[in-house]
């Protein structure tokens, strides 16, 4: 017997019934983000690795140690391209957009959903293959457009069921003011070098402000009295900040400041948010986002303002999961019964007919390879009532001599009038498939 071959480590399968939990909660999102205005748009899984150097930023943790990326030769004069598998997916749209050109008539409100890989080591929520649903406001500069997209995410989670979580926000500023800040944070850091682990040296000079994101414990004292990116923010940045607390503020949405919120890719600039819950250990983090004004001319665009937000598929469904909610499994409104291989044809052309008036039909099918039969009635009925149907179709030789079906309820249902064992005329289906639509 061959070896049996495995799933690439942190690289999972998603299979039936957990299947039907993340289909219901992409439903969700479909109609929230239609309601929203926001259209869906699809980029490549595999892109220019400079795309990602240039937008996340060389001295982060996911270009410098995460991405999957390889030389591809792509082109019969032996040129050779660098390629990464996608690792967060805000960089592709705003590649896209840029490409396309799609801000030429105004600003575009776009979400995605889909897979992203780092190379990191495995833990609950936390995969080398993961999933994010992302939304972008591309074109639009004003706090108004970062509360929307705030409120959006209120709204998923109150559609989803999840009331466990908590809205923490911070400034950014602009970069000038960035520039200020990283002066008296480095004399900060500097003056308390003994106390800043490996990682924290590594990043005085090129990343200081990720250092005030560290969950070192011994680090926490430095990291406490280290100057406020917030207190350096000029008018401009404060009037931002300040609207998009009103706008909160009037619909009753709760937030906490956290003025060591910096997030972890070098694209950010004013707003930043993050939803963060205390029921996934460490990786509490569910949604996060902020507003990124610069990134579009980094790509070679036009100038041009943008804000949006990406949340953990498997996280949220943690949540989902612990809840209960979307674990209802899809299920049939009929089985079909079909006790001789003679009357396949004849039943597979009235399952056509069924499925094409919005009817759910589950069919039965021989057991195995060399399999003899369509297996006893009694078995057939067993698999009927198990696939959860509410009626059983029965394609017997005498139904089918009078040109009929039987109909066999299941379990109770709305209708009445099939409230019993009745034949209907296979040559109008129309006229009664209604009647087994749940």
Not at 45 to 67: A, W, Y
Not at 96 to 111: F, P
Not at 193 to 201: S, V
Request: charged share 25%.
């Amino acid at each position: 017997m061959a070896e049996k071959l495995l799933a690439v480590k942190g690289m999972n399968d998603i299979l039936p019934p957990d299947s039907a939990r993340w289909e219901w909660l992409e439903d969700k999102v479909r109609q929230l983000m239609s309601r929203y205005a926001y259209r869906n748009i699809r980029t490549p899984i595999l892109e220019h690795t400079q795309l990602f150097v240039r937008g996340i930023g060389e001295v982060t943790d996911i270009v410098e140690k995460e991405m999957y990326s390889f030389e591809d030769r792509s082109d019969k004069h032996g040129d050779h391209a660098h390629l990464t598998m996608r690792p967060e997916n805000t960089a592709s749209v705003v590649r896209a957009v840029t490409e396309h050109n799609l801000l030429y008539e105004g600003g575009k409100r776009l979400y995605y959903m889909g897979p992203m890989f780092r190379r990191e080591r495995p833990q609950r929520g936390r995969y080398r293959q993961f999933h994010q649903i992302g939304a972008e406001a591309l074109g639009f500069g004003g706090p108004e457009v970062d509360a929307e997209l705030i409120l959006l995410a209120v709204a998923l989670w109150k559609a989803l069921g999840l009331t466990d979580w908590r809205l923490e926000i911070n400034s950014l500023g602009q970069p000038e003011e960035r520039a200020q800040h990283r002066e008296r944070l480095i004399a900060h850091l500097q003056a308390h070098e003994g106390l800043l682990d490996e990682e924290a040296r590594r990043r005085l000079h090129s990343n200081p402000l990720r250092i005030l994101d560290t969950k070192n414990p011994a680090m926490q004292a430095v990291v406490e009295s280290a100057p406020r990116l917030i207190d350096f923010l000029g008018p401009q940045s404060l009037a931002h900040f300040e609207a998009l607390q009103a706008i909160l503020d009037a619909n009753g949405i709760a937030w906490t400041l956290n003025p060591r919120l910096v997030r972890g890719l070098d694209y950010y600039n004013l707003t930043v948010f993050e939803f963060v819950t205390d029921r996934l250990g460490a990786q509490g983090t569910i949604c996060a986002g902020g507003r990124y004004d610069y990134l579009i001319g980094q790509m070679g665009g036009k100038p041009a303002p943008a804000v949006g937000w990406a949340l953990g598929v498997e996280r949220v469904l943690e949540l989902v999961k612990e809840l209960g909610q979307g674990d209802a499994l899809p299920v049939p409104d009929a089985y079909a019964v079909i006790p001789e291989t003679a009357a396949l044809p004849l039943a597979l052309r009235t399952l056509q007919a069924l499925r094409a008036e919005g009817v759910s039909v589950q069919m039965h099918a021989q057991a195995g390879l060399g399999a003899e039969g369509m297996g006893s009635m009694k078995s057939q009925f067993k698999r009927a009532d198990a696939s959860g149907a509410r009626f059983a179709l029965i394609f017997g030789a005498s139904e089918l001599a009078q040109g009929c079906v039987a109909i066999k309820p299941l379990r109770a249902g709305k209708d009445d009038s099939l409230a019993a064992q009745t034949l209907q005329k296979l040559d109008d289906v129309a006229a009664w498939a209604e009647g087994l639509r749940a």
